[in-house]
């Protein structure tokens, strides 16, 4: 699911009726997801560091602290701490209602050329 060091801690893990699901991310310089998408969405806020994002077929976006990036149902996308850079962001999601899938959808590792992209 990641390349290099990440840590996380489950803020939220609603239970029905709330299907809230909120992560506290920690990214060490150069660290990022892999390629996922979520059934219902993902947004982003970005606590504190330099980040990057892209959605699969778009540009490689660099995040700062206090920026918020919604990713829509479906999307592909990754997300990590820029060079040189640690990052911490809150990764805010649903979990689909009963029978609507998995929250999330997990892909191919971001290759360094796909993390260098920008």
């Known amino acids: 699911m990641f390349t ?5 801690d489950v803020v939220a893990n609603g239970q029905e009726p709330s299907r809230l699901r909120v992560n506290l991310v920690r990214f060490a310089p150069g660290a ?6 979520h059934t219902v969405g993902q947004t982003l806020h970005v606590a504190e560091g330099r980040g990057l994002v892209q959605s699969r077929g778009g540009e490689v976006v660099e995040l700062r602290a206090g920026d918020t990036v919604h990713t829509p149902p479906g999307e592909w996308h990754w997300h990590g701490a820029a060079p040189g850079n640690f990052m911490s962001h809150l990764a805010m999601w649903e979990a689909p209602r009963a029978g609507g899938g998995p929250e999330s959808e997990w892909g191919d590792l971001v290759t360094d050329e796909e993390y260098r992209s920008r």
């Open 4 to 8: 290099g060091d990440v840590w996380f």
């Open 32 to 37: 990022r997801t892999a390629w996922h998408s």
